[in-house]
């Protein structure tokens, strides 16, 4: 029974190969829910929306052929299955039409706000989105450099389309969302600010706190200043400010797993952080 067993696991083996070699690793993981987005025609934001969908996968075969190789080895193959996205979170600016600083509010009552994350290992070609965004940050347009502010993300909003994936990323082999529930980013300085119409472009440096670790990193924003779009958006007066960011990270600099499944969850994360504050008057 057990040279069958063996014999059935390799063949199962072989069959989940061609399926990923011919379709993709994306299509490996079974999916309880499909990302939608929609752009916000104030901001421009193209922002996530979740719909429950059930999306079969191929992740049963592996499965049946690791446990009929050993049907004692399970514990090893859902650990490799972790999926690390991490989110990172970002801060910068407010604005206002006047000579002084505005200060904006950025827990978006739409919900427009969000990161995306994203890994591209070997195997594994991995994208996820966070929503729980807050923080409030101050921006002059007359003098962009002095920007200030704190962004605040809810660690349980990172969201994956697999429920497995998901209940991985949350627990605490990763980021542990119980005990460190928010990931953060804390402005503290500006340079290389260029200020073209309504939109200015720097170089942030700030402190980024994630899985109870603080380290100061820099990255490219975008910022531009909606004078009185408020309105058009909420109904109320005010201003608003739409802060872009592009960049990556290194999960081993947030003690994440350093050196662990690198073939399914790259080292480096890309975020792309897309965000409206509103500043009512």
């Known amino acids: 029974m057990r040279r069958f ?25 079974t999916r309880t829910s499909v990302t939608r987005w929609q752009k916000d025609p104030v901001t421009e934001i193209d ?15 592996s499965r049946v052929a690791v446990r009929a190789e ?13 999926k690390f996205p991490c989110a990172l979170i970002f801060a910068s600016v407010a604005a206002t039409a006047f000579a002084a600083p505005l200060e904006f509010d950025f827990k978006d009552p739409k919900g427009v706000n969000n990161v995306i994350f994203k890994t591209d290992a070997p195997l594994e070609s991995i994208n996820g989105t966070a929503t729980g ?11 962009p450099g002095a920007v200030k502010g704190k962004i605040v993300v809810q660690s349980s909003s990172l969201h994956v389309g697999n429920p497995m994936q998901k209940e991985h990323l949350h627990s605490d082999k990763w980021l542990d969302v119980a005990k460190y529930p928010e990931i953060t ?18 170089e942030v440096t700030g402190k980024m706190s994630l899985h109870g670790v603080t380290r100061a990193i820099t990255v490219p924003v975008k910022m531009t200043f909606l ?10 007066e005010g201003d608003l400010l739409v802060i ?6 290194k999960r081993s600099d947030f003690a994440i797993n350093p050196g662990q499944f690198e073939d399914k969850v790259s080292e480096e994360i890309e975020l792309n952080l897309s965000i409206a504050g509103a500043a009512q008057r």
């Not at 922002?47 to 075969?61: H, M, N, T």
């Not at 980013?185 to 720097?202: P, W």
């Open 70 to 82: 050993n049907p004692k080895q399970t514990g090893w193959f859902m650990s490799m299955k972790n």
């Open 5 to 29: 067993l063996q014999t059935a696991g390799v063949g199962l083996a072989a069959a989940s190969l061609v399926g990923w070699l011919a379709f993709g690793s994306s299509f490996i993981w």
């Open 133 to 143: 965004i807050s923080g409030k940050v101050t921006f002059d347009p007359d003098n």
């Open 185 to 202: 980013f804390e402005v503290e300085s500006a340079k290389n600010v260029k200020t073209e119409g309504n939109v200015t472009t720097a």
């Open 47 to 61: 922002g996530p929306v979740i719909e429950k969908k059930f999306v079969p996968g191929r992740q049963s075969l």
């Open 227 to 236: 004078k009185d779009k408020l309105k058009a958006r909420t109904g109320k």
């Open 244 to 249: 872009r960011a592009n960049f990556k990270i």
